[in-house]
């Protein structure tokens, strides 16, 4: 039997107090439960149930179990010990479950990136997380990820083991890890860390965000309650399996966790999920707010019998009340309801209840999990806004981080002294408690749920040899939301869009951060001091962007 190494907890300061740490207990929310061990109940439970269901097969919850079980003694047979870090990248694919349960069971320690990821991104994950191995199918949307595993492990050579689900080339195939049953660790400590999940990186690059097994445990028990989760649902993921939202809200996670079934979509074309829908009796599904609409507009004349569809949840990015009409509307007619999420990979999640009157579940974003949620809202100095006024909201709570992992600028800037996370939304509250948000207060592009940081797009155009200076901001946009837009001053002969477009992903830059729309300027406003605030800058671009479309016939 392995003892569990010690980096897997969480450094001091980002421990809750023991004040909070005692209430949370007290409240019922934390009661020490581990994935090991509750992955290992409910196959015990369930045995013969389905578990999870992908196109290319199905598990049993015992057969999940014995996957997990295989995959995560193999890889400590290959020499990784407990509390390392592995980066999973995996699209909705029957691999990707198993193997997060078998890197539970063996103590490693999962970091999801997105299968949208490329080079530049993960890399950065390896070295922030310091990881030991990457993970990820052979290939998925066209993307072949052991080029990338080739890249990454030249790149970081700290990654010792690449394992490659499908045809591995030289890397260690999936299918073939083995090893002792018994050497898997029985001992989990709740409070430690689980998983690195991703931040939406609203500055810079993404940041890693230490989960507890306690606290994200508690946060999809609870989540089910509120989205009526039980072992009778069928919960579809057609979002990325590895988001947060598709994970824990209540997610694959919380339905697993009720002995429900899920069903994983590698597709979020309407025709596809909704044949889907009907084979498995699909009864939730999260999804952000273009394809919802997208999916209700298709439901109204689908040949496929979709009636099972109790809940659809809308999250990831705001959905404004003319639309949500809309949405409700399509819904009510297969007899669907509408449920919106406001949630963060930092924690906080909102919810509006399923019982809510139509006129908070189209207006508002719902209001936290818990009661035990505190949230604040301040304006710019940090004192807090009048009842029903605007401001910055501010969280702490039985599952929301107090720190990022390995990131102490990022801590500086994103955590209050007293702990709260400043999650950088501008929101209201109404006088039920429950949010509405009205924006950003830092720039970032929320481009139908994947967040894009300015500074991040800002850097890389920065790095093409005709590009004097770059401004990024969002432009709203009908079916995204809203979409990126570079503003660029060349150095020397203007390049064509299409091939700065071209050039940034061959730099191995996720496709959805290649922005949307290129701009030539011929210089930006300074002001009289002659230095300009990258945020006032990208403010007066983006209103007489916006000025010049109105201003067109
Ligand atoms: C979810 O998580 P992330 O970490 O990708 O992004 C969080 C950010 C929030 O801070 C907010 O800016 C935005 O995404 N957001 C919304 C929203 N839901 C998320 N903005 C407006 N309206 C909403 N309903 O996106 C996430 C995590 C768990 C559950 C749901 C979404």
Not at 497 to 524: C, H, N, S, T, Y
Request: charged residues 20%.
């Amino acid at each position: 039997m392995t003892s569990l190494a010690s980096q897997d907890r969480l450094p001091l300061s980002q421990i809750w107090p023991e004040s909070l740490v005692e209430r949370y207990r007290g409240a019922g929310h934390w009661r020490g439960e581990t994935f090991p061990a509750f992955l290992r109940e409910r196959a015990r439970d369930f045995c013969d149930q389905i578990a999870v269901v992908a196109d290319t097969g199905r598990y049993t919850y015992a057969e999940l179990d014995k996957e997990a079980e295989r995959i995560g003694a193999g890889l400590l047979a290959q020499g990784l010990t407990p509390g390392d870090r592995v980066i999973v990248q995996f699209g909705n694919v029957l691999e990707f479950i198993p193997l997060v349960c078998g890197l539970f069971y063996a103590g490693l320690i999962p970091v999801y990136a997105l299968p949208a990821h490329r080079i530049t991104e993960v890399t950065h994950f390896a070295r922030k997380a310091e990881a030991s191995a990457y993970i990820a199918g052979q290939s998925y949307g066209g993307f072949d990820y052991r080029t990338l595993a080739r890249d990454l492990v030249a790149a970081v050579p700290q990654v010792a083991q690449v394992v490659i689900a499908g045809d591995a080339s030289e890397f260690t195939p999936l299918s073939s890890l083995q090893g002792d049953v018994a050497s898997l660790p029985q001992d989990f400590d709740p409070q430690a860390v689980a998983f690195l999940q991703l931040s939406g990186g609203s500055t810079g690059l993404s940041k890693l965000i230490p989960r507890t097994h306690d606290d994200y445990i508690y946060s999809f028990r609870a989540s089910n309650a509120l989205c009526g989760i039980t072992q009778d649902s069928v919960y579809m993921t057609a979002l990325p399996a590895a988001h947060n939202f598709p994970m824990s809200s209540p997610g694959w996670l919380g339905a697993l966790y009720a002995g429900g079934r899920v069903v994983l979509s590698p597709s979020v074309e309407p025709g596809a999920a909704f044949a889907l829908i009907e084979q498995e009796r699909v009864t939730c599904v999260g999804l952000v707010p273009p394809l919802a609409l997208l999916w209700a507009d298709a439901a109204a004349d689908t040949p496929y019998d979709i009636s099972s569809l109790r809940v659809m949840q809308v999250g990831g990015a705001k959905l404004v009340p003319e639309a949500a009409k809309r949405l409700m509307k399509g819904l009510n007619v297969v007899g669907c309801q509408l449920q919106q999420v406001f949630g963060m990979a930092e924690g906080l999640v909102n919810y509006t209840r399923l019982e809510d009157n139509d006129e908070l579940i189209l207006n508002t974003q719902g209001c936290p999990i818990s009661a035990d949620d505190e949230i604040r809202i301040v304006d710019d100095h940090g004192q807090l806004v009048a009842e029903g006024e605007a401001g910055n909201l501010q969280v702490q709570g039985p599952y929301t981080i107090r720190g990022y992992h390995n990131d102490e600028a990022a801590n500086a800037n994103s955590f209050t002294s007293d702990g709260y996370y400043c999650t950088g939304d501008i929101v209201k509250r109404t006088a039920e408690g429950y949010l509405v948000v009205q924006g950003r207060a830092n720039d970032h592009i929320n481009r139908a749920g994947e967040k894009i940081s300015a500074e991040e797009i800002e850097d890389h155009l920065l790095g093409h040899p005709s590009v004097f200076d770059a401004a990024v901001v969002s432009i709203p946009d009908d079916y995204l939301g809203e979409r990126s837009c570079a503003f660029i001053i060349a150095r020397g002969d203007k390049p064509r869009a299409v091939e700065l477009k071209k050039w940034m992903r061959e730099q191995g830059l996720a496709d959805f951060k290649v922005p949307d729309q290129i701009v030539f300027a011929e210089a930006f406003d300074t002001t009289a001091v002659g230095k300009v605030s990258r945020r006032e800058l990208r403010a007066q671009l983006r209103q007489r962007f916006l000025d010049d479309a109105a201003a067109e016939p």
